[in-house]
């Protein structure tokens, strides 16, 4: 072949296969951003918010032993979740009335907001991880929200979230899915149970661990985690939980964040939260995940 011709193929080849790469990240980038405006209609009906001081109490437990401090702060009033080299920032918003948004919420906002991942305007809340809650009771959720409303006001600060172009090209192409997309918001709210060490109430505990380790438990790549993350394990019988001889190991595990022969499980772990767990739900939990 002439050399000129193979190298005008060539040249030709790398402008057609630029003009590929660019049009494909355009599409996708444009596509993030459709979603991250399009919106969720969420049929929820109101619930009675609790006001005494035994539900306003239990509401302070499940805000702090399920992951909700982690992110909005020990006192709700908003901290920084992520801020990444790469451009990736996230602002959990202050909670409290101080902030105009979200003394503005009604219970059928708090609903859409907490067990669908949808905001008051019906837009997903990105970095929200509602599947983990999309479960809860009425009467959880109730009390939840009804410490929510109790706590003293901070400085309003709104919720911040960049997305670089990659990850909202990723987002558009449906590689990472935000909460809304992945809770089927058909499901009534699930019915109270008791807490109390069984199978039962353990599946409800494990909802918390859904947002990481997948809706069936079993672990993986975490969508749209930071590319440092490790995968999340497998949490089903036959993976990790063979580690831990029984309840006791597993249950001192998840105080202290560290594995029955001393090493440390993966930082990404919250156990700032999960520490704070009872003993009624750590053993139910290791119930259900060592169960069939």
Same mark, same amino acid.
């Given at each position: 072949?002439?050399v000129?011709?193979?190298?005008?193929?060539?040249?030709? /080849?790398l402008?057609?296969?630029?003009?590929f790469?660019?049009?494909?990240?355009?599409?996708t980038?444009?596509?993030?951003g459709?979603?991250?405006?399009?919106?969720?209609?969420?049929?929820?009906?109101?619930?009675?918010?609790?006001?005494?001081?035994?539900? !306003?109490?239990?509401?302070?437990?499940?805000?702090?032993?399920?992951?909700?401090?982690?992110? @909005?702060?020990?006192?709700?009033t908003?901290?920084?979740?992520?801020?990444?080299a790469?451009?990736?920032?996230?602002?959990?918003p202050?909670?409290?009335?101080?902030?105009?948004?979200?003394?503005?919420y009604?219970?059928?906002?708090?609903?859409?907001?907490?067990?669908?991942?949808?905001?008051?305007?019906?837009?997903?809340?990105?970095?929200?991880?509602?599947?983990?809650?999309?479960?809860?009771?009425?009467?959880?959720?109730?009390?939840?929200?009804?410490? !929510?409303?109790?706590?003293?006001?901070?400085?309003g600060?709104?919720g911040?979230? @960049?997305?670089p172009?990659?990850?909202?090209?990723?987002?558009?192409a449906?590689?990472?899915?935000? /909460?809304?997309e992945? !809770?089927?918001?058909?499901?009534?709210?699930q019915?109270?149970?008791?807490?109390?060490?069984?199978?039962?109430?353990g599946a409800?505990?494990?909802?918390?661990?859904?947002?990481? @380790?997948?809706?069936?438990?079993?672990?993986?790549? !975490?969508?749209?985690?930071?590319?440092?993350?490790?995968?999340?394990?497998n949490?089903?019988?036959?993976?990790?939980?063979?580690?831990?001889?029984?309840a006791?190991q597993?249950?001192?595990?998840?105080?202290t964040?560290?594995?029955?022969?001393?090493?440390?499980?993966?930082?990404?772990?919250?156990?700032?939260?999960? /520490?704070?767990?009872?003993?009624?739900?750590?053993?139910?939990?290791y119930?259900?995940?060592?169960?069939?």
């Amino acid at each position: 072949m002439d050399v000129k011709r193979f190298f005008r193929i060539a040249s030709s /080849a790398l402008v057609a296969f630029v003009i590929f790469v660019v049009l494909a990240v355009g599409s996708t980038y444009w596509w993030g951003g459709r979603k991250l405006a399009r919106k969720i209609d969420v049929a929820v009906q109101p619930v009675a918010i609790p006001t005494d001081t035994t539900a !306003i109490a239990h509401g302070k437990y499940l805000f702090d032993s399920r992951g909700c401090a982690d992110c @909005h702060g020990g006192k709700g009033t908003g901290r920084q979740v992520f801020d990444e080299a790469n451009g990736f920032r996230v602002f959990a918003p202050d909670l409290t009335r101080a902030n105009p948004e979200i003394a503005k919420y009604q219970s059928q906002d708090w609903d859409r907001a907490i067990r669908h991942g949808v905001g008051p305007t019906g837009r997903p809340l990105l970095v929200m991880p509602s599947e983990d809650y999309n479960r809860l009771s009425n009467e959880d959720f109730g009390a939840l929200v009804a410490y !929510i409303q109790s706590l003293p006001p901070g400085e309003g600060r709104q919720g911040e979230i @960049h997305f670089p172009w990659f990850l909202q090209g990723m987002y558009g192409a449906g590689v990472i899915k935000d /909460a809304a997309e992945k !809770i089927d918001h058909s499901l009534p709210p699930q019915p109270a149970i008791a807490a109390a060490v069984n199978v039962q109430y353990g599946a409800y505990v494990a909802n918390s661990c859904k947002g990481c @380790h997948g809706g069936d438990l079993r672990g993986g790549h !975490i969508p749209g985690a930071p590319p440092d993350w490790p995968p999340a394990a497998n949490l089903r019988p036959g993976g990790v939980m063979k580690t831990y001889a029984g309840a006791s190991q597993f249950v001192d595990m998840m105080r202290t964040g560290k594995r029955p022969n001393g090493t440390d499980v993966s930082r990404v772990m919250p156990f700032g939260a999960f /520490a704070k767990m009872d003993d009624t739900d750590l053993n139910a939990l290791y119930l259900f995940l060592t169960s069939e």
